[in-house]
């Protein structure tokens, strides 16, 4: 039986990072997957990052993993998102050309010293003594190890839907994974049932471009990876995007079919995602709204592809295409394939330990969509901490294990071990208590030393990244022994306006300019923000909350915090921050609004 130090099950965007992450340490690594050719492959939206999830690629990156280096060599169209707003909230977008984000994630993978990559599917894992030792295959081979990472997807017994029509399949032209649930199910796992959905796929040429409104990308970005050259950047054609929108008509077409669409008629019995729902869903929950934005995002240069972004459904394929030709600019769309929806298993991610380790069998991780979140980023952060911490216990040595005040992705495993999830899980940046000091912009100065520590970060990168940090700490020192510091506090007053007047001003990085100015206009938030959480804490935890009390009432509380404690109905403060997916953010609204009342 051949042995190997780490195997990594299902080579999606959790697995990459993983089997990545485990032969960089140093460790023979096995990825397992269904289809050598479909590795990394973007099953929905061609896109990497957005808001949160740039924040989560950045710390990816920032810690050694692959996404956002792959994202350089595949983007197509650049954008700062929330670009207006402050810097915490900015956050990197990427669409890429769909085939060459895998291309160049499938020749990373083969190119690794290491690694080696197989097709077949698990039918089990192999287990003494509560322990996994390896896996075995649905045609009989079986694989020795000292640590097993599954990141099945959207595979385990997966059902796709498209009106009445239903298949096996945890994608479209790909099997599902038929053997492995029962025997999670057998070595006591719990599992439970969610679904996911994408649209349909336009022919370009159909597609009337001049009715709808172009959305450019930015003409100078910057890369998205810390390891990609600036010059020459982007690698890439760039492509323009456009918006349309759903139109009365649209709407009325999704209602006169709802007796059509399995997602009305119970036959999907898994719950989708808060924040990505099927459009019927939308029309249905916002009946109020006249339209919908749809974004037309090109799959690639040469690809006759394009991906309507918010028209995410499971309607029937005339229905389709009849709600597809009532949008402006197309009325004479072609559709490649139609849009459908999966349901899957996935395992409540409450049954891991906060290394991703699974509590009910050492040596055994999990990552990606089996836990119960949605999006590539959310999925390759997992995998890269389920990898590191997987290599570091076959290693013997102590786990990494991230503070919330550290990292976006340490909020998002936190929430998932702690909290557990009631639907498909997406970050947000209103989730983390410490968002003012998780910015895009620090990643590096936050995480890059540990990814030096693990193995995955050169001694070079990390020596370039202390360099940086420490122009960032010597000019906001500099700047503080002069008057130039009130001047640029002020909301009006950039870095850059202060050369004239500032004789002394030594010669930095144009990245090193812009840390320095977040820095010194974010010191007094932050000062305040941590203050304000440290007097906090867990001192309004035994604060009751009035029996009927109307949180719809609560002003600047979102929809979704309002149905969830709507429906948990907590009896205090310390109850309504335990429940899953209620954001920092919220608890402070709802604790202002007691004190209010009181």
């Known amino acids: 039986m051949q042995s190997f130090d780490v195997i990594v099950v299902g080579l999606g965007h959790a697995g990459c990072e993983a089997a990545l992450a485990c032969a960089r340490m140093g460790l023979s690594t096995l990825g397992l997957t269904l289809r050598a050719d479909r590795v990394a492959m973007m099953s929905c939206n061609p896109a990497i990052g957005g808001t949160a999830k740039g924040h989560l690629v950045r710390e990816l990156d920032a810690l050694g993993g692959e996404m956002a280096f792959a994202a350089d060599q595949a ?6 998102l929330n670009a207006s707003k402050g810097p915490a909230v900015r956050a990197t977008r990427v669409l890429c050309e769909r085939d060459a984000y895998a291309d160049a994630m499938q020749a990373t993978l083969r190119a690794q010293p290491g690694l080696a990559v197989l097709e077949g599917e698990v039918a089990a894992l192999v287990t003494e ?43 479209l032209g ?38 709808c409104e172009a959305q450019p990308g930015e003409v100078s970005p910057r890369p ?7 010059s020459p950047f982007p690698l890439r054609p760039q492509l323009q995007c456009a918006i349309t929108h759903t139109t009365p008509t649209t709407h009325r077409i999704l209602r006169d079919n709802l007796h059509a669409s399995p997602l009305f008629q119970g036959d999907i019995a898994g719950r989708g995602p808060r924040y990505c729902p099927s459009l019927e869903d939308k029309v249905v ?32 394929a005339e229905v389709q295409l009849a709600f597809l030709r009532s949008i402006p600019g197309l009325e004479a769309v072609e559709v490649a394939r139609f849009g459908y929806a999966v349901e899957y298993d996935f395992a409540p991610p409450t049954q891991l330990r906060a290394t991703l380790e699974t509590k009910g069998v050492a040596g055994l991780y999990f990552a990606g969509q089996l836990n119960g979140t949605s999006g590539y980023e959310e999925a390759a952060f997992q995998g890269l901490l389920a990898g590191i911490n997987a290599g570091l216990a076959v290693q013997a040595a102590p786990p990494l294990v991230l503070g919330r005040h550290e990292a976006h992705g340490a909020v998002l495993l936190d929430e998932l071990v702690s909290k557990g999830v009631d ?12 968002r003012l000091t998780l910015r895009e912009g620090n990643a590096e100065f936050r995480l890059r ?14 020596k370039e990244t202390v360099q940086r940090a420490e122009q960032v700490r010597g000019e906001v020192a500099r700047l503080e022994a002069t008057r130039l510091i009130t001047r640029l506090r002020r909301p009006e007053v950039t870095y850059a306006s202060l050369g004239a007047e500032d004789v002394e001003r030594p010669a930095l990085p144009a990245e090193v300019c812009a840390e320095v100015e977040v820095e010194v206009k974010y010191a007094g938030y932050v000062r305040m923000a941590q203050v304000a959480w440290t007097r906090r804490g867990d001192a309004h935890d035994g604060w009751k909350i009035p029996t009927g009390f109307q949180f719809r009432e609560v002003r600047g509380l979102g929809a979704e915090a309002v149905e969830k404690l709507e429906q948990a109905q907590p009896d205090t403060v310390g109850h309504a921050r335990r429940i899953s997916g209620l954001t920092p953010a919220a608890v402070s609204l709802l604790l202002i609004a007691l004190r209010r009342s009181a």
């Not at 099945?152 to 498209?162: K, N, P, R, S």
């Not at 919908?292 to 309607?315: K, Q």
């Open 75 to 80: 983007g197509t169209h650049f954008v700062t």
């Open 129 to 171: 003594a509560s322990r996994v030792v390896g896996v075995r295959l649905q045609d009989g081979r079986e694989f020795a190890s000292g640590a097993v990472v599954v990141t099945t997807g959207t595979f385990l017994q997966a059902l796709m839907h498209v009106g009445e029509e239903k298949s096996v399949g945890g994608r």
């Open 174 to 211: 790909d099997a599902a994974a038929t053997g492995l649930s029962g025997n999670l199910r057998a070595l006591g796992f719990t599992l439970g049932r969610f679904k996911t959905g994408t649209p349909a796929r336009l022919l370009k040429d159909s597609i009337d471009w001049g009715r």
């Open 224 to 230: 998205f990876s810390l390891r990609t050259a600036r």
């Open 285 to 316: 929950r916002f009946a109020q709204r006249q339209r919908h934005t749809v974004f037309l995002e090109p799959e690639g240069e040469r690809s006759p592809l394009v991906y309507p972004a918010g028209l995410s459904t499971s309607m029937p």
């Open 423 to 434: 639907e498909p899980f997406r970050m947000l940046t209103s989730r983390s208590e410490h």
């Open 449 to 462: 030393g540990h990814g030096a520590r693990v193995g995955l970060v050169s001694e070079a990168h990390a």
